[in-house]
């Protein structure tokens, strides 16, 4: 094998080329056993051809991929590298195999969308019941989390498109940006909290009480930190980060804890008396939310479904404002 090749050898088209749907089925299984014996029985093979074709694999790339240890297999950096490059092109081939067999069963494919949850949510419900009636038999899968966990899942192509926000301005290079909407805030806390029905109190006295936060690399901690900051307060008691809004609301419901949430996200838990609104001034903004998909990568037909008509949805409700 050619390890002792000069550094900075540059890998050609041809070599990679050389990797077949074996080759990189077998790095995956690797990759996730670190063993070469158990490799080789969810092969079909024996430990030998097992250590063959891994060496294969490296002579066609020209490095080493994994240190052997006495227990086992561990990837060093360019093995990490394949073994990603590996997991996304097999994920790949089975989104082919299953779109394929469903459009020539006379299905319409399978979409993938991510969404932050909150102001999004009302319009994603609304765009996919719409989508469902253009497209009876579109499988659609929804994958709810915060913008930085759904950016990078666009990015290794396990959703189609986002709703959501960049996270960093270097963001803006890889991918394309379409506006929605804006998103109001509203502090919130359960129906038995001291702070119910009292007008505005300060940021002060909000300051002593815990809160449940969203994890720091959302914009809606940003903002929550932003609002405190900006006056020179800092939270004094409690703190409990998550991103998920079920959990909050249920500790919301059985603690004297206060929450930063989106207003249409807690509107209809307001309405049916489960949570209640603190009527304090707020005085930071959230940023606009929106369509997030590849650079240089035209949407499917399936995609390109749901992004004209979630695109309309939002038109028509900013068209009273």
Known sequence: MSQDAPAGKPLVLAQVSRLRFRHLHFLDILGKTR???????????????????LMDIEDMLGSRLFDRLPRGMRPNELGLFTLRYASSA????????????TLKQ???GHLSIGAISGSAAHLLIAAVDELQRLRPLLVVKVLEQSSDQLIVWLA?????????????????????????????????AGLHHPLRGRHAPSLTELSNWPWILYPTSTALRKVSDDIFSSTGLALTSGIVETPSFLFALELLQSTNMLSLQPAALVDKYVRRGLLTRIGAELFGAMPDFGLITLQGEPPSPAAQAFIDVIRTLADHEAEPA
Request: glycine fraction near 8%.
């Open 156 to 188: 290794e192509r396990k959703i189609d498109v986002m709703i959501g926000r960049f996270t960093a301005e270097s963001q803006r290079d890889q991918f394309s940006y379409e506006r929605l909407t804006g998103e109001g805030l509203q502090i919130t």
């Open 35 to 53: 063993n070469l014996r158990l490799t080789a029985e969810q092969m079909h093979m024996t430990q030998p051809a097992a250590t063959k074709v």
């Open 106 to 108: 006379g299905g319409h």
């Open 90 to 101: 097999l994920d790949g081939h089975r989104k082919f195999v299953d779109e394929f067999s």
